[in-house]
């Protein structure tokens, strides 16, 4: 995947060798595996080497989910820009290729920012407090470890727009 991750610009991450198979089979031959949810910071070094760019998509389920967190945050830390391909119902790629490959078309179209994620993850706590206590754990430290100030900024507006009362109710932060 090598050539392929050099050309586009970015790889796909995804969790299995058969979601590898299936990606490459609908033409997204910059697509690797972490074969399993035991992604290290080897693997990251390897891929950061070849793109500064990284989609994780990972299984939908508890697992996957908890990978992306773990993958994200060494990436960030790494200084890679993480994008999320992001689709409901538990499935894994493969299986969402075989019911529907125009489905993950679109899914990796589609896919969004990190930060974008996680404000849409908590966009659907309805605890009002919890969502503030939640954006500042979640999105706030994310804020920060953005190394570009363009993308800083960027991201600061785009979470000020979005999240205006949050802003409004509790508007003592740092960065």
């Known amino acids: 995947a090598k050539q392929s991750i050099r050309?586009?610009?970015?790889v796909i991450l995804v969790e299995g060798q058969m979601d590898v198979i299936m990606s490459h089979q609908m033409g997204y031959s910059n697509t690797v595996a972490s074969s399993g949810t035991a992604f290290t910071q080897d693997q990251l070094q390897i891929?950061?080497?070849?793109?500064?760019?990284?989609l994780l998509a990972f299984d939908s389920d508890s697992a996957g989910l908890a990978t992306t967190a773990k993958v994200w945050e060494m990436?960030?830390?790494?200084?890679?820009?993480v994008k999320i391909a992001y689709y409901e119902g538990a499935k894994d790629p493969a299986d969402?290729?075989?019911e529907n490959p125009d489905t993950?078309?679109?899914?990796?179209?589609?896919?969004?920012?990190?930060?974008?994620?996680v404000t849409c993850l908590i966009a659907k706590v309805s605890d009002e407090r919890k969502r503030i206590k939640l954006y500042?754990?979640?999105?706030?430290p994310l804020?920060?470890?953005?190394?570009?100030?363009?993308?800083?900024?960027?991201?600061?507006?785009f979470v000020i727009i979005k999240y205006r009362r949050l802003f409004e109710l509790n508007h003592h932060f740092e960065f």
């Open 7 to 10: 050309k586009h610009n970015f």
């Open 47 to 54: 891929i950061s080497k070849l793109t500064p760019n990284l």
């Open 75 to 81: 990436a960030i830390n790494q200084g890679l820009d």
């Open 96 to 98: 969402t290729i075989k």
């Open 104 to 117: 993950w078309r679109e899914i990796i179209k589609n896919s969004i920012h990190i930060i974008e994620f």
């Open 136 to 140: 500042h754990e979640r999105v706030l």
């Open 143 to 157: 804020l920060k470890r953005i190394h570009t100030y363009s993308e800083k900024n960027f991201f600061i507006k």
